[in-house]
Every structure is written in C-alpha cells, then in structure tokens.
C-alpha cells in the first residue's frame, strides 16, 4: 500500500518559514521523481517544486529564490523549505511521488498572516 504522509504546515507570519516534510512508504522512493504542489479553494492544483531521482530540481516563478525542495533517499523523504513566506503562499500543500503512475498525499495546510 502506497502512503504520502505530509507534515510541517501550520500558521506562520509573513516573513517567517516552514519546511513541510513528505514521508512516503510502499513505494521504491528513489526511482520516483518528487513534487510539492500546492492549491486554494476553487483552484487548479498548481506545481510548487519538483526533483528528479537525479536531484534535478524545479521551481515555480513565485518560489524561485525563497523554497528548496530536497530529497533523503535513505529515509524515503522529501522536503520543502519555505523562507521568506508571503501571504499568497497560503495553500493546501500536496506531495506526489511519479513513476509510471502518480501518487498523492493528503495535504497539510500552510496559512501564512500579513
């Protein structure tokens, strides 16, 4: 059984930081390439950040510069540093794992106050 199990949301102000985690089991992690995506209400999921089983790595325009998304293959984990946070970061953050297939997590939420 596949899991995504994110961690590390929450309430930060602007300026601060989060590093939202992405723990995946069921899955062989370093043949995956990893992504943080991240959504508000009644809009599209949109790609935050991605790396490849290479460590390849790609950002949105809106986060160049302030998150870093990184890779533990020993301990089947992603991560997304988020620095000098905006109040329009403020999203639901969803971790996917793609292969041959996509896999997704659950969410955790990050609300960043003016």
């Known amino acids: 059984q596949v899991q995504l199990v994110e961690s590390g949301g929450g309430l930060v102000q602007a300026g601060g930081s989060l590093r939202l985690s992405c723990a995946a089991s069921?899955?062989?992690?370093?043949?995956?390439?990893m992504g943080w995506f991240r959504q508000t209400p009644g809009k599209q999921r949109d790609l935050v950040a991605t790396?490849?089983?290479?460590?390849?790595?790609n950002y949105a325009d809106s986060v160049k510069g302030r998150f870093t998304i990184s890779r533990d293959n020993a301990k089947n984990t992603v991560y997304l540093q988020m620095n000098s946070l905006k109040p329009e970061d403020t999203a639901v953050y969803y971790c996917?794992?793609?292969?041959?297939?996509?896999?997704w997590g659950q969410g955790t939420q990050v609300t960043v106050s003016s």
């Open positions: 790396i490849s089983r290479g460590g390849g790595t």
């Open positions: 069921g899955i062989r992690f370093s043949m995956y390439t």
């Open positions: 996917r794992a793609t292969y041959l297939m996509d896999y």
